[in-house]
């Protein structure tokens, strides 16, 4: 599948922690964290081209670099309050409506499809845990599914939010448990999840302990008062602090 392939190849080692990595310069850190508001920003996100996809009109040609937006005649409720709370403009939230109605009609998503999105986008590996997590992490009041109002605040703290908002939204999603700490064991169990759905196809390729020696690096860092957990506070001082880090934390949007 060619979304695939384009998938798999804005990814690599790096999203791990690689420690062959070049770091970004600071030029280069600098522009991810301020972000533009550009139709690229969006076409990187597996979520939203899946979204997309379904709503480009049917013969349109909907290759990455050329979809438009298309007009929706029905309105979401609320539009205006979502445009209010996310940083899409209302012709961008018509479209991702429409994409969001036509692929689950019940106005509402579960896990098995987001299994379903990322094993499309990831095919040689096994994208099962991740999507997991994932879907926990933007599944906020734990009921099992995701409305289209917390689909697209979430979309919109990973691909247009501030750096503090993004630093917090990927907190949540290694707090595993929601106990409001992180432990070595639940930042591995995302760190592996990671590795399984795209590690081994990465260049340059990743050892298997890869994902151990990440998270110990990051431990390491993190756990100031080395009580074996992270905080939030620990974890937003030590990122915004940390240029490696940070580096790291953009190449994440890779797998969203």
């Known amino acids: ?35 533009r508001l550009t139709r690229q920003a969006l ?25 438009e937006l298309s007009t929706v005649r029905h309105q979401p409720e609320g539009l205006d309050q979502l445009q209010a709370q996310t940083k899409f403009t209302k012709k961008e939230l018509q479209s991702l409506y429409r994409g969001f109605k036509n692929e689950c009609p019940t106005g509402l998503v579960d896990e098995d499809t987001f299994k379903l999105i990322y094993s499309q986008f990831f095919p040689q590996g096994d994208a099962t845990t991740y999507a997991h997590f994932l879907f926990n992490a933007f599944d906020a009041d734990g009921n099992g599914a995701i ?70 690096r990051f ?15 620990e974890f937003l001082e030590t990122c915004q602090k940390d240029e490696n880090i940070m580096s790291s934390m953009q190449l994440f949007e890779n797998v969203i």
């Not at 997309?52 to 009109?57: C, K, Q, R, T, Y």
């Open 219 to 233: 431990f390491q860092k993190m756990d100031r008062n080395q009580d074996g957990v992270v905080t939030i506070d």
């Open 147 to 216: 409305r289209f109002e917390d689909f697209v605040v979430g979309l919109s703290i990973l691909l247009r939010g501030t750096v503090h908002e993004k630093l917090k939204w990927a907190f949540n999603l290694y707090d595993i448990n929601k106990d409001g700490y992180i432990t070595k064991e639940e930042m591995l169990a995302i760190m592996k999840s990671i590795y399984d759905m795209m590690g081994r196809h990465t260049y340059p390729i990743l050892r298997e302990d890869a994902p151990l020696e990440h998270v110990e």
């Open 1 to 35: 599948m060619q979304r695939a392939k384009e998938a798999m190849k804005a990814s690599d080692g790096s999203l791990l922690g690689d420690p062959g990595r070049t770091p970004l310069s600071k030029k280069e850190s600098v522009k991810w964290q301020r972000p």
């Open 43 to 67: 076409m990187r996100c597996c979520l939203v081209k899946w979204i997309l996809s379904s709503a480009a009109p049917q013969g349109s040609d909907s290759s990455d670099s050329e979809l």
